[in-house]
């Protein structure tokens, strides 16, 4: 017997309505009736057309562009649940903003990353159900359950298909030394040599590539991160792979596609070949691309969203 939640209901804001609708049709139900609105002055307007008392209710919104505005969405749909008498809520956050302000670079540096930690719980969310983390001790940030998903492995299967388990002419490469955890043992999943793209960041948003650490020469490489925003660090990589490194070609994956400012047009201008996403955020139709493609993470979260319901252990989705 469940004891949090009578039923499971899913709720979603405006950010990804889409992926909500996917996720609820690999659960075999139907999206929650709701409505999410502005006033005249831009004020969220809230409504919950059906009832959640007692029910396990999952709100599913990431925190994307327009960041603010979706932000505010997901707490204020948390707080009309828990005062709706929801038994549980679950904020699902496929991709969440502010993840980048997670420590003081500097005198006087706000933590924004534990500020939007406190504003969730507060808002009264239960536990929090999100993916690939831009830095995974932010989950530290909550005093309450969080589950990080990782999307490696859809890109691993993908590239499996594609390349063949432990292919020798197949190199995975970190885009920087922060990143060079995560790609290991996305590589060490594949079976292929990893790489490391040396850089030092001179601005924000600006980057200087200094070393290629491995061998890389003539091998197709798989260009492996958790976001791109400006696309600017991924295209300078790649640059410094296929020039200096001598790379044959460039396969670049990343789980969270932000693509603000002139990302479409550095990714089209690039080496990359093919760039993959998750659709943790919504394609924009203005940012087409060809080289872009998206896998959809929502099995994912749908099986994470049962075995939450189902008070069954989530540990076996970041081992697939």
Avoid: W
Avoid at 22 to 31: A, E, Q, V
Avoid at 76 to 103: L, N
Wanted: aromatic share 8%; glycine share 8%.
């Amino acid at each position: 017997m469940i004891s949090h939640g009578k039923d499971i209901k899913v709720f979603s804001g405006n950010a990804n309505r889409a992926l909500a609708e996917s996720i609820c049709r690999c659960i075999g139900i139907r999206l929650g009736d709701s409505t999410v609105n502005h006033f005249s002055d831009g004020e969220i307007s809230v409504s919950l057309y059906e009832t959640v008392r007692g029910s396990d209710v999952f709100i599913v919104q990431p925190t994307c562009y327009p960041v603010n505005d979706n932000l505010m969405e997901l707490l204020i749909m948390v707080d009309a649940a828990r005062r709706a008498s929801a038994g549980r809520i679950t904020a699902v956050i496929p991709y969440f903003g502010y993840a980048r302000q997670d420590r003081k670079a500097k005198s006087r540096d706000p933590i924004s990353a534990k500020l939007v930690a406190n504003l969730i719980t507060s808002a009264g969310a239960d536990r929090v159900l999100t993916m690939d983390l831009h830095a995974p001790q932010i989950q530290g940030f909550f005093d309450i359950p969080v589950d990080n998903l990782v999307g490696g492995p859809l890109f691993s299967d993908y590239y499996i298909k594609k390349f063949g388990m432990g292919n020798e002419d197949v190199m995975v490469v970190s885009p920087d030394v922060g990143s060079v955890a995560r790609a290991r043992n996305f590589a060490l999943k594949m079976g292929m040599n990893l790489a490391i793209v040396d850089k030092r960041r001179e601005k924000a948003n600006q980057s200087e590539v200094m070393n290629i650490i491995g061998d890389v020469r003539g091998k197709h490489v798989i260009l492996f991160d958790d976001m791109v925003d400006t696309a600017g660090s991924l295209c300078h990589a790649c640059k410094a792979l296929v020039e200096i490194g001598g790379a044959k070609d460039i396969y670049a994956c990343a789980s969270h596609g932000v693509l603000s400012g002139a990302a479409i047009q550095r990714i089209n201008d690039s080496y990359i070949k093919e760039m993959l996403f998750t659709d943790s955020i919504p394609a924009s139709p203005e940012k087409k691309c060809d080289k872009i493609k998206y896998l959809s993470v929502a099995p994912m979260f749908a099986e994470a969203i049962e075995r939450v319901y189902e008070e069954v252990s989530i540990s076996t989705l970041f081992s697939k």
